[in-house]
């Protein structure tokens, strides 16, 4: 039965890539056509004209007028095609062919997803490059895109290089009008790698673009540019900066700066100052009072903060999150041991008797692990708490665990980068070397869904119990953060002072 179906499915689009053939080939004919009628004209006009206009000094030949070399200039050949069939509607396009065929054609108007969208190219070492960026979805799904990469030297003098290209889609089809590619480019010695510099080229094709012809021909962009000089090799063996780097995913919405800033003085504790670093993308979320909360860690230099507000304009899944993510990737893939990839109403836990280094240093045979979630309720709260709740930080107050049964939860995930290729969001399919799960008994993150984007005090229940089910939902006491609370207030104090005492929810 599959078999069967998929066998009709290429039929249907083999049939349907020689219709549109027909089409183009129609509209070199019609052009064609009117050329040869146009220079008949000419030629009957410098018979009836006594004296020649300069305009006619020029030869034509129907040879001249061939699609095949015109198409071999796409850019022009289909702008002009389609600048001539702007002034005709289809209808009056249609010409009788002979006595027993009207032939039809078809008009193309724009371009409806862009080919390749860069976010950004990065040196993986001195042979290798990787682009990220979006390309159209069906294209993807459709036809077979394809990347070529070329090097050429800043000097001029020495000749520019191909290299081997593969591409990965990494965003587990999840993808909308667009997808996320990352363009892995290798070249098979070192180029650039004594800093004398240059400039790395790509060359996107559509792949058959859907059967149409112009459409197959590759657009070359310039991908990267090394000015002399500006790159030294010693980073790619060197040990990384930072032995912790979070990647975090598009932030969008009303975020409430409260949670934000909890959230930061926990992880900046958890992790150390020292010898971690914090990326927040910002996808509209960061407004103004949540960049308050930022600002004195970015002042002091643990967090970064990126503007990628723009990615908006291009249809991808979840605020192109899958972008985000592997572009923060490979921009930090030479300057972290490792990088962390989870989300900011996510708290991080290791249990008693490790500290995050010795449990990290133990999973270093491992390219990546995964973290077990600890689902917390973000509606329930302590009746000894009410009143006060309101001066009291979210993973202080929020202390019901959900332990409903049989439900397979996410997980989420921390990866050497230097082993890996392209990212993911719960795991990366992409990446030399082994993975592990179990790692229960030694860390895991509690989740406080639901809290992050709510500007409202989270507190809606106040119960007294150790146990109790709510909205059909049984539900724990956990303290676990709980009692972790005084000691981040005091962090934040001695780090950046009381400067966000004010912070509201
Ligand atoms: C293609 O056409 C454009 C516009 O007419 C022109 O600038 C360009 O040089 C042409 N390229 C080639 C390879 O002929
Ligand atoms: C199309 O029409 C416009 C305005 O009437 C004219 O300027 C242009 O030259 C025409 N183009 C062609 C290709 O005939
Ligand atoms: C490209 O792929 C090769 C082979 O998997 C890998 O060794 C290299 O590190 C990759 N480059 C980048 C920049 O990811
Ligand atoms: C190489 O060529 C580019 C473009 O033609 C020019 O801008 C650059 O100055 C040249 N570099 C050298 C070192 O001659
Ligand atoms: C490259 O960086 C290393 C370590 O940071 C430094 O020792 C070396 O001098 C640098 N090399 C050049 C050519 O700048
Ligand atoms: C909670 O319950 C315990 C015993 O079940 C009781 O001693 C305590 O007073 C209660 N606390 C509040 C705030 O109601």
């Known amino acids: 039965m599959l078999k069967m179906a998929k066998e009709k499915k290429e039929e249907e689009k083999k049939s349907s890539s020689n219709n549109i053939m027909v089409g183009v080939?129609?509209?070199?004919?019609?052009?064609?056509?009117?050329?040869?009628t146009l220079l008949i004209f000419f030629l009957l006009a410098t018979l009836l004209i006594p004296f020649k206009p300069p305009f006619l000094s020029y030869s034509y030949s129907l040879s001249s007028l061939s699609c095949v070399s015109s198409s071999s200039n796409s850019s022009s050949s289909s702008s002009s095609l389609n600048r001539f069939l702007q002034n005709k509607t289809v209808e009056q396009q249609q010409e009788q062919q002979d006595s027993l065929v009207l032939k039809r054609s078809f008009a193309t108007v724009g371009s409806a997803a862009y080919l390749f969208i860069q976010m950004g190219a990065y040196r993986g070492g001195p042979t290798t490059f990787a682009v990220i960026g979006l390309s159209s979805k069906p294209l993807h799904v459709y036809s077979n895109p394809d990347y070529a990469c070329t090097w050429v030297p800043a000097d001029n003098a020495s000749a520019s290089v191909s290299g081997q290209t593969y591409k990965i889609l990494p965003d587990w089809g999840y993808g909308r009008v667009y997808t996320v590619v990352v363009v892995n480019c290798t070249f098979p010695s070192p180029v650039g790698a004594d800093g004398s510099g240059g400039r790395l080229f790509v060359t996107a094709t559509a792949g058959g673009g859907g059967g149409d012809a112009p459409?197959?021909?590759?657009?070359k962009f310039l991908a990267l540019e090394e000015a002399p000089g500006s790159v030294n090799?010693?980073?790619y063996s060197a040990p990384p900066k930072h032995d912790y780097l979070y990647c975090g995913s598009p932030l969008y919405g009303g975020l409430s700066p409260q949670r934000v800033r909890e959230w930061l003085a926990y992880h900046v504790k958890l992790f150390g100052e020292e010898r971690s670093h914090f990326v927040i993308h910002d996808a509209g979320g960061v407004h103004p009072e949540v960049r308050e909360v930022l600002r004195p860690w970015i002042e002091r230099g643990v967090v970064t903060l990126q503007d990628v507000r723009d990615q908006e304009r291009f249809d991808g899944y979840y605020h192109n999150?899958?972008?985000v993510v592997n572009d923060c990737l490979h921009r930090y893939r030479f300057t972290a041991r490792w990088i962390f990839y989870f989300d900011v109403d996510e708290f991080i836990y290791v249990e008693p008797g490790l500290t995050l280094g010795t449990f990290m240093d133990s999973m270093s045979k491992y390219t990546q692990f995964t973290i077990e979630q600890m689902p917390m309720s973000s509606k329930l709260c302590l009746k000894e708490d009410a009143g006060k709740n309101g001066r009291m930080w979210g993973m202080e107050k929020l202390v019901y665990r959900d332990v409903k049964r049989g439900i397979r939860r996410d997980r989420k995930y921390v990866i050497q980068p230097r082993n890996a290729f392209a990212a993911g969001v719960h795991l990366s399919q992409n990446f030399d070397g082994k993975t592990t799960h179990k790692t229960e008994g030694k860390i895991k993150y509690f989740h406080y869904h639901g809290t992050i984007?709510?500007?409202?005090?989270?507190c809606r229940e106040f119960v007294n119990a150790t146990e109790l089910t709510f909205e059909g939902t049984p539900y724990v006491r956990d303290d676990t953060l709980r009692k972790l609370a005084g000691s981040v207030k005091m962090f934040e104090a001695k780090k950046i002072g009381s400067v966000l005492r004010?912070?509201?929810?």
């Open 453 to 458: 984007a709510n500007r409202k005090e989270p």
């Open 25 to 36: 080939i129609w509209n070199c004919a019609d052009i064609k056509f009117l050329m040869a």
């Open 502 to 505: 004010r912070t509201r929810q």
């Open 215 to 219: 459409a197959a021909v590759g657009e």
């Open 233 to 235: 090799m010693s980073l």
């Open 321 to 323: 999150q899958f972008l």
